[in-house]
């Protein structure tokens, strides 16, 4: 992909970072706010694709600080150095089924009036059978999307808004992988005082606090390693 044709990785520009989808499809995010779409199965860019997926007004030009994809590859979402949050959806063109299904811009908003730590889809849809998406900034706010009302004319509506913390600052999220002790949807969140804590978002309530790993550095990213391993655990990668 050095000249976005040949199926490398560019090796002059900078990537933030990459993620993939569960169809195998690999989304790499590069400073100037591009995002380009590989297809590891054929080893090339899928040029098919629009080269900047935000083609719109709204289109950022921030560099992409975190990029996610929702668990039923419908989504992904990455937050930019402009404190925004972006939302793509993959669909038909224009709503025409004969059409090959292509990712689409579908919103952003800016939210947090200070760095965004942290996004995260929620692992699976609630019990209205929805797909949540929230972030977490160092202003110390948490915020949930609206991500079935999103939209390129009405952005990325929030749905709540709820306080993490008063004096530290929350630096990584993840939804809290499976209902271990507790049949709620829960958000796992770390601070720069090496606590960990667990949320309900919906009731915007605090349900534990413990210490996490002291050292290395407080925890930046939080990654769930496989959420099906052979021997029945799950393991979470920080």
Not at 77 to 93: G, W
Not at 130 to 159: H, Q, W
Request: hydrophobic share 30%; proline share 4%; charged share 25%.
């Amino acid at each position: 992909m050095g000249d976005a044709k040949d199926g490398k990785i560019p090796r002059k520009r900078l990537i933030t970072c990459m993620e993939f989808t569960p169809e195998g499809e690999l989304l790499i995010a590069l400073w100037k706010g591009k995002i380009e779409v590989m297809s590891i199965e054929q080893g090339k860019l899928l040029d098919e694709y629009p080269a900047d997926l935000a083609v719109s007004d709204q289109r950022s030009t921030d560099s992409i600080k975190q990029l996610i994809v929702s668990p039923d590859g419908k989504y992904f979402a990455c937050s930019d150095s402009n404190n925004c949050v972006n939302l793509y959806k993959k669909d038909f063109l224009n709503g025409d089924t004969d059409t090959d299904e292509c990712w689409r811009f579908n919103g952003k908003w800016q939210t947090h009036t200070t760095d965004i730590s942290s996004i995260c889809f929620s692992n699976s849809l609630d019990e209205n059978d929805t797909l949540r998406l929230f972030s977490i900034g160092k202003d110390r706010r948490c915020f949930e999307y609206n991500v079935t009302n999103a939209s390129m004319s009405a952005g990325l509506p929030v749905e709540h808004m709820f306080c993490l913390e008063k004096e530290a600052y929350p630096t990584a999220c993840i939804w809290y992988p499976g209902a271990l002790d507790s049949k709620e949807g829960l958000l796992l969140t770390a601070n720069n005082e090496y606590k960990m804590k667990l949320w309900n978002p919906t009731t915007k309530s605090s349900r534990r606090t413990c210490l996490g790993p002291t050292y290395g550095g407080e925890i930046t990213k939080l990654k769930l390693l496989d959420e099906h391993a052979r021997d029945g655990k799950q393991y979470l990668l920080y």
